[in-house]
């Protein structure tokens, strides 16, 4: 399990390096002018979503660990993949989905972990979480140096990252898949599935999909009172309502002792399919929609 878990570490180097050398300067400075858009993404993911996961935890329905992940969960940037793939399925703009997944990528870096650690603490019973000077030098030495490394080096890499998209996907989720494995391995070693029952994993199955119902009703109630154009009210329903399995697996490896991981990252894993297949099905219709 040792090698897994520095193959796992060396993976989450990779996948942030990747991340950071996909993000365009153009992007940055396109997402600068549709502002409003942007803000409305970044409060359904970093407001809506952590005041809603809040008040869920404090209702006595989940196990006191479960409720740390669902919290953990909401406190995610966006997708970044398959929010820009829904939005083109959907005839959304996909220009400003670029932009928004982006930047809800880059800032979660930084305030995913801030958020953690100044809202964890409150999920009675289940695992604190706080920025240790180890969890800081974690951030910065696994997320955000390869981050801004990747980004620093696309002028040179960025041709054939483009070039390559299929390998690049492929590594991505490779990655992913590898720090999934290292995390579950060591949670199932630990006994996870003699503390998670099935009545539990319907519950939470329950919780996530009434989550998701939440604030994709939200982000589309909110692109209409900002009277956004309807490929805008596209971006951010996609945007504003999908959580990163990619960016919480690794961040959760960083903040969490290797033991609670597994436990964390079940409602983010449980989560993340709901919001394809929803995500799926909304974006068909919406696709084959005329527009008014």
């Given at each position: 399990?040792?090698?897994?878990?520095v193959?796992?570490?060396?993976?989450?180097?990779l996948?942030?390096?990747?991340?950071?050398a996909?993000?365009?300067?153009?992007?940055?400075?396109?997402?600068?002018?549709?502002?409003?858009?942007?803000?409305?993404?970044?409060?359904?993911?970093?407001?809506?979503?952590?005041?809603?996961?809040?008040?869920?935890?404090?209702?006595?329905?989940?196990?006191?660990?479960?409720?740390?992940?669902?919290?953990?969960?909401?406190?995610?940037?966006?997708?970044?993949?398959?929010?820009?793939?829904f939005?083109s399925?959907?005839?959304g703009?996909?220009?400003?989905?670029?932009?928004?997944?982006?930047?809800?990528?880059?800032?979660?870096?930084?305030?995913t972990?801030?958020?953690?650690?100044?809202?964890?603490?409150?999920?009675?019973?289940?695992?604190q979480?706080?920025?240790?000077?180890?969890?800081?030098?974690?951030?910065?030495?696994?997320?955000?140096?390869?981050?801004?490394?990747?980004?620093?080096?696309?002028?040179?890499?960025?041709?054939?990252?483009?070039?390559?998209?299929?390998?690049?996907?492929?590594?991505?989720?490779?990655?992913?898949?590898?720090?999934?494995?290292?995390?579950?391995?060591?949670?199932?070693?630990?006994?996870?599935?003699?503390?998670?029952?099935?009545?539990?994993?319907?519950?939470?199955?329950?919780?996530?999909?009434?989550?998701?119902?939440?604030?994709?009703?939200?982000?589309?109630?909110?692109?209409?009172a900002?009277?956004?154009?309807?490929?805008?009210m596209?971006?951010?329903?996609?945007?504003?309502?999908?959580?990163?399995?990619?960016?919480?697996?690794?961040?959760?490896?960083?903040?969490?002792?290797?033991?609670?991981?597994?436990l964390?990252?079940?409602?983010?894993?449980?989560f993340?399919?709901?919001?394809?297949?929803?995500?799926?099905?909304?974006?068909?219709?919406?696709?084959?929609?005329?527009?008014a």
């Amino acid at each position: 399990m040792q090698a897994f878990g520095v193959a796992a570490d060396a993976g989450i180097v990779l996948l942030f390096f990747l991340h950071g050398a996909k993000l365009s300067r153009e992007a940055i400075f396109e997402g600068l002018r549709n502002w409003k858009l942007h803000l409305a993404v970044f409060a359904a993911t970093y407001a809506l979503f952590p005041l809603l996961g809040l008040a869920i935890t404090a209702l006595p329905i989940l196990d006191a660990s479960m409720a740390a992940g669902l919290l953990f969960l909401t406190l995610l940037p966006s997708t970044v993949q398959s929010s820009i793939a829904f939005t083109s399925i959907a005839r959304g703009n996909v220009a400003a989905a670029v932009c928004s997944a982006s930047f809800s990528n880059l800032i979660g870096i930084v305030l995913t972990p801030a958020l953690v650690a100044l809202l964890m603490h409150s999920a009675s019973g289940g695992p604190q979480a706080g920025v240790s000077l180890a969890s800081i030098e974690a951030i910065l030495l696994q997320l955000l140096l390869p981050f801004v490394v990747g980004h620093l080096l696309r002028p040179v890499i960025g041709g054939w990252v483009s070039r390559h998209k299929k390998l690049v996907t492929l590594v991505d989720r490779g990655s992913i898949l590898l720090v999934v494995y290292t995390a579950f391995g060591a949670a199932v070693v630990e006994g996870l599935w003699r503390r998670v029952s099935a009545p539990d994993l319907i519950v939470l199955l329950l919780v996530c999909t009434v989550l998701l119902a939440i604030v994709l009703a939200a982000t589309w109630g909110a692109g209409k009172a900002l009277r956004l154009s309807r490929a805008d009210m596209i971006v951010l329903l996609f945007c504003g309502s999908k959580k990163s399995l990619a960016s919480g697996v690794p961040m959760a490896g960083v903040l969490f002792p290797a033991a609670q991981v597994g436990l964390i990252i079940l409602p983010v894993m449980l989560f993340h399919q709901i919001q394809l297949i929803a995500c799926a099905v909304i974006a068909r219709r919406l696709g084959e929609t005329p527009e008014a």
